[in-house]
Each structure stands twice: as C-alpha cells, then as structure tokens.
C-alpha cells in the first residue's frame, strides 16, 4: 500500500542553518505531495505541496521539489528561525480524482531551533 | 472567516464510557474526514464523507466507532466502550470535492483521555 517514510527526529539547529527533512514515498499512480506543519498547541496546517513530478512548492522560505525517479518529496529552508520550531508532516494524497482520497501522513520530524 | 472547529477540544472519560464529538467544516466544503493521531505519530485516516455519504472506512475503525453526517454539513464521530487504547487526538478535516490537489484544512482536534 502507499506509504510515507520521513527523516526521524529530533532535529535542533542553530538559528540561520541550513534545514533539510527527508522524505520518500511508495504510492501508484501519481499521488500528489505535502508538507504539513504543527505548532505548539495549534493544529495541522498545510506548509506546502506538488501535485505533479518536477513541481516545487513553496512557503514561508521553505521548499520541495516532487522527484519522481527517486520517491522523494524533501523539505528545505536555507535559514531557519526559532519561529520555524515545530512538527513537520510529509504527506500524500492518491489525486483528486481518486475515490480514495485520504491522505497518508509519515510520523512527523520535530524541528527545534536555538536562537 | 471560519475554518474546521470542533467540539470538545478535551475530553477525559472512565474506560466503558461512551464519548460523542461533532466537527463543524468550513461551511462550502463537501467533504469530510475524521483522523486520529497517536502521541509521537501521523494522523491516520478513519474514515470520510462526501456529503452525508459515507464512502469510506478504515479497519482502524472498530465496531464501537460510528460517525455520521445526517445533512452533509456537521459531523459526529461516538465511540461506545471506550478503552485506554482509544486515548489519542481525534482530527477532522474538510474538503472540496472539485479541488485539484484534495487540500484538506485541519480542525484543532479533540484530545481524549480514557482512563
């Protein structure tokens, strides 16, 4: 079945570093990808997403790009902040068409960042 | 602008007990999807509505767990007996059917506690 697999936590880094968070996929078809993030205390919020191979999507300074040939969906920000602390989720989704419209979740990567 | 809420935001209860929580989504959405998300884990997919259809099921789902969504707008999810294993956050989301990506927006969850 599909699956999500992403880098385990925790991650700490020092305000400014350079952030990456793994992410790789088992899905048929072409199953559209997300990041999503939780704050402290706050529910899940979509960070951003690709829907096709070769799409990046962005937000707030973070990136990923949908690598088909190699399952990954990894996430990056060239310079975090402590604001950036929290739980992030790699996700996809089957495809809007798709009576099977769940999205399956990866357990999540706590980022903490030290000002 | 209202998003996903839900109702309660806590609830602890005595194993045995049976517990009721509604989701309201966001009032053009057709789509509804309950989740539970286990401490340190993803949210895993229990079940989803197109509007008052139930269209799908996960085997998470027991027999002591019913959801409804009598005129496809409000949603409630019951668990009847419950155990200490039903301890976890209980996640609704909300959709539109005719979205490109299937972006879900995520209420702030009802967190239970059987004890």
């Known amino acids: 079945g599909n699956s999500v697999t992403q880098m385990e936590g925790p991650v700490t880094l020092s305000e400014e570093a350079f952030l990456t968070i793994n992410c790789t996929y088992t899905a048929t078809g072409y199953p559209s990808l997300f990041w999503y993030v939780q704050y402290p205390g706050e529910g899940l919020q979509l960070l951003l997403k690709a829907t096709k191979a070769d799409d990046k999507g962005s937000n707030k300074g973070f990136e990923a790009t949908y690598r088909k040939e190699t399952t990954s969906f990894h996430l990056e920000k060239g310079s975090v902040q402590v604001s950036d602390s929290a739980v992030y989720f790699c996700a996809l989704s089957e495809g809007p068409y798709s009576s099977a419209s769940k999205i399956i979740f990866g357990s999540g990567t706590r980022l903490s960042i030290r000002p | 602008d209202t998003g996903v809420s839900q109702d309660p935001r806590h609830k602890i209860t005595k194993r045995g007990q049976n517990v009721t929580f509604r989701c309201d989504p966001i009032?053009?959405?057709?789509?509804l999807y309950w989740y539970r998300q286990t401490l340190g884990q993803g949210p895993e997919f229990l079940t989803y509505f197109q509007n008052e259809a139930q269209l799908e099921k996960s085997r998470l789902l027991s027999d002591r767990f019913s959801a409804e969504r009598p005129k496809g707008s409000f949603s409630t999810l019951e668990i009847q007996r419950t155990e200490q294993g039903d301890s976890a956050m209980y996640l609704c989301?909300?959709?539109?059917?005719?979205?490109?990506?299937?972006?879900?927006?995520f209420g702030p969850g009802t967190r239970l506690t059987v004890l």
């Open positions: 009032s053009e959405h057709n789509r």
């Open positions: 989301a909300s959709s539109l059917r005719d979205s490109s990506y299937n972006e879900q927006f």
